[in-house]
């Protein structure tokens, strides 16, 4: 009984004398490998190149600062809710008088760790995230010796002054929309522009 | 008398210099041979496009560990490799790399370390005392796959020692029944190479070349699916090196007896109209580097062909490996002898 039209007929017959010389088929054989001499290599030299990255590709986080240079996580726990493999842990602050221009409200994170060997990348924190506080980026976390030295801390996350990180490719209009939409006064900026709509 | 004996270890110094630079190369441009066929780059981080390589890799194996098993016999644990290299280089005396010089003092010299009239008989006799080299070392390293790999590329040599015989007895046939390497040469400088005359045994001598230098597709004696490592598990360091770099000396002058034997070695087709449009005169030094860079292009492209087939097909079973040699090239070569023979009679070449 025939259940499918997939099974085949399988021949045992004996090699005629043009396959037994072989020969034909070497030559076949090497002309196929030879016309690969003339075929570009797909390689691209990494150090020196660098293939092109998306501009929202989900690398390192950044913990944002604000135009004036403060920083913008209030550690609300929001990204560490959301975090699916429980990589994010912080603790929180209350903001002392006269540190206004360190922090840009009363609250925020005295310590905050993500561990790089937890990540898994997936960009529910920065989604999560109500005070456009923490992106990642299309950096690459770095390679190192020690387990530890993979939960970075304050020190590696928060942007520094100087080296100010450009999110504006996946901080998009829309994104900034959706999220004010989501219903809080503070996200009222889209780079630096005042968003137009219902608060 | 002693400008002889110094022009003599000239040559000496200058052959084994090429051989082991050739060698050395070898090893890099098989590996930027097998990135190109495999669309790959292949090494190009040592030096520009990795041309310092070989010299890396060759640093490498000079810092590695020294192993010698306890258990292996230490004499002969050093003598394997060391009579492997030296056979190699060893059958680099014979070749004719160009053709003969006259200085304005009417000295002649040679581009040949030496002309014996046996050459091809010295030939087969050193090739076969490499196999001396394989087994010694893979039997004196006292470990099983060594000893397997060793009874391997022995009993591979010696059976295709035979086919690559015969096709060669056909070959001095054709050439007029010299046993000198420089008379074969000579033979092919009117008229035609050899390879017009002699395709088939052209084709087994080829075979048989590949299966005596161990490559691919008869590298069955380092075959590490099966055999860990083959006749050279148990070496490290530099006594590795050795094993490996003497298998790119042989394929440099196995390819070097390809072409002087089947392609006209120092000779090119239109050799002697081009001398006369320069105005070269018989006797000059230019004719035999011309020559000579004529001989080392045909090396060149055999190592390419050597390199070419082994980045194409796959490694043979043992029991195909025997099958080609005894009951496949060893009957063609008897019938290439037989036509051979018929040929050449009727060309007026041999009398009885």
Known sequence: MQLTNRSKIVSDKHQTAMEKLYLPAVLKGMSITISHLFKRTPTTKYPEQKRPMSGVYRGQHVLKRDENGAERCTACGLCAVACPAEAITMESAERKKGEEHLYREEKYAKTYEINMLRCIFCGLCEEACPKEAIFLTDRIVDAEYERDDFVYGKDKLVEKMDKRIDVTKRQTLAVAQFKQIAGTKHNTLWNGKQIKGKH | ?352
Request: contains cysteine.
């Open chain 2, 1 to 352: 008398m002693l400008s002889f004996i110094l022009y003599k270890l000239l040559v000496c110094i200058i052959i084994f210099a090429i051989s082991l630079g050739v060698a050395a190369y070898s090893t890099l441009w098989e590996r930027k041979f097998a990135a190109f066929l495999q669309d790959r780059v292949g090494p190009d981080r040592a030096g520009p496009k990795g041309i310092l390589q070989p010299l890396a890799d060759g640093g490498k194996m000079f810092f590695k560990e020294e192993i010698i098993p306890n258990v292996s016999n230490r004499f002969l644990f050093i003598l394997g490799p060391s009579l492997f290299m030296l056979t190699a280089l060893m059958t680099g005396t014979v070749i004719p790399w160009g053709k003969d010089f006259t200085t304005a003092a009417g000295n002649t010299y040679s581009f040949q370390i030496t002309d014996i009239n046996i050459g091809v008989l010295y030939l087969l006799g050193v090739v076969s005392i490499g196999v001396y080299g394989i087994m010694i070392g893979g039997w004196a390293s006292n470990n099983k796959y060594a000893l397997l790999g060793a009874i391997r590329a022995s009993s591979q040599m010696i059976s295709y020692e035979i086919a690559m015989g015969i096709s060669i007895i056909a070959l001095i046939v054709t050439s007029g029944g010299t046993l000198s390497l420089r008379e074969i040469v000579e033979s092919q400088d009117e008229g035609v190479a050899n390879i017009v005359w002699q395709p088939l045994g052209f084709l087994i001598f080829f075979v048989c070349a590949l299966a005596e230098t161990n490559r691919a597709p008869f590298d069955l004696p380092e075959c590490e699916a099966e055999l860990v490592g083959g006749y050279h598990t148990e070496y490290s360091s530099m006594k590795l090196g050795l094993f490996l770099f003497a298998e790119y000396i042989n394929m440099f002058i196995s390819s070097a007896i390809m072409s002087a034997f089947y392609f006209g070695g120092y000779n090119f087709p239109f050799a002697k109209e081009l001398y006369h449009a320069i105005g070269l005169q018989e006797g000059s030094i230019w004719i035999s580097l011309i020559g000579f860079g004529a001989f080392f292009t045909k090396i060149i492209i055999f190592i390419n062909v050597f390199m070419w087939v082994r980045w194409t097909l796959p490694r043979f079973r043992y029991d195909q490996l025997m099958n080609l040699g005894w009951k496949v090239l060893l009957p063609l070569s008897l019938l290439n002898l037989g036509i051979t023979i018929v040929v050449e009679y009727f060309r007026g070449n041999i009398h009885f």
